[in-house]
């Protein structure tokens, strides 16, 4: 039997948990997705070596066996999943690399494998404001009224100079485009940010939250800063460039983003564990639920924020 809405957000916050629950009645596991793209900052379009902080999987280090079918890659991890909790409904998320970065015809192919399979409720594709083109934005339209279609796009800080260095690779005003294209055919936004990157102060990160706040978004990603071995950005950090967050100021900083933005935005997430095997630094990112546990404790704790955050 369903729950009453009222019971399902635990969070003080608009947790992505709540709007599946609240959207497909019940609660909603990705199975991610390897589409055996590449991406125009790999593959010298743009450049060679990628975004400073990406790992040689592409952000993608969690996703499956770009060698299976699709369908292939959906019915293993759902036996995986389903073995441990009984689920019933999954999002088909494409995660490594960029992917919108292939012709039409093959992003039509596999696309549309993923949201016929009949466990997938919905299609959550990341990529770049780049790589959206509006023969991209009609076929994610055409999808969009079989099943939700939302994009994730890798945004991660507003500020041009950060840009840079973190070798993004395409202007701020390229990002508007994107958000207006895809809101322009009723597509779900969700945008990826990053918080501690060299350089910013947190001033700048609300800076970017102020921003998105005004593009009509329907989701974020608050993502802390993960190092990871065989980077540049780790290079980096040995040489002692820049600190990664202790856990503590990461918590407050992540509820300073939280005041600020706007409550109706669904939160994605608050931040990330990376894969342990190439995570150098934070170490306390390892234990995530720790954090998430700690998090919304001390969320709990400051009254000032309840009822500010979400509006039930």
């Given amino acids: ?39 125009p900052n790999r593959d010298g379009k743009i450049g060679h070596r990628g975004c400073i902080f990406c790992s040689a999987g592409g952000s993608g280090d969690f996703a499956a066996d770009s060698r299976l079918t699709i369908t292939e890659q959906i019915d293993s991890q759902i036996a995986i999943l389903s073995a441990k909790r009984p689920i019933h409904k999954y999002i088909a998320y494409f995660q490594a690399y960029t992917n919108t ?29 780049d790589c959206i083109s509006e023969e991209i934005v009609g076929l994610l339209s055409e999808l969009n009224q079989i099943k939700p279609v939302w994009i994730e796009l890798g945004l991660q800080t507003i500020h ?15 990002f508007a485009i994107a958000v207006e294209q895809l809101k322009s055919h009723h597509i779900e936004v969700i945008v990826h940010t990053i918080l501690g990157l060299p350089g910013e102060s947190t001033e700048d990160i609300l800076d970017t939250i102020h921003y998105l706040n005004q593009m009509q978004i329907d989701g974020i990603k608050l993502q802390l800063l993960h190092v990871l071995r065989d980077t540049d950005l780790a290079d980096d950090y040995e040489k002692g460039c820049f600190r990664t967050y202790e856990r503590d100021e990461y918590i407050q900083l992540v509820i300073q983003c939280l005041e600020h933005l706007d409550p109706d935005i669904v939160i994605h997430r608050v931040t990330g564990d990376g894969p342990k095997n190439l995570l150098i630094a934070p170490l306390w990112a390892s234990r995530k639920r720790e954090v998430l546990n700690l998090l919304h404790h001390t969320m709990k704790e400051q009254q000032s924020f309840q009822g500010k955050l979400f509006r039930r």
């Fill in 101 to 129: 970065y292939a012709p039409v015809d093959y992003l039509r192919k596999i696309f549309t494998e993923a949201i016929s399979h009949p466990g997938i409720v919905a299609l959550s594709i990341g990529t770049r404001p």
């Fill in 1 to 39: 039997m369903n729950q009453p809405i009222t019971q399902w957000n635990e969070k003080p916050y608009h947790s992505f948990d709540y709007m599946l629950k609240e959207r497909f009645g019940e609660k909603v596991y990705k199975v991610t997705l390897n589409g055996g793209m590449s991406c």
């Fill in 160 to 174: 041009e100079k950060t840009a840079a260095y973190i070798r993004r690779g395409y202007p701020l005003s390229r």
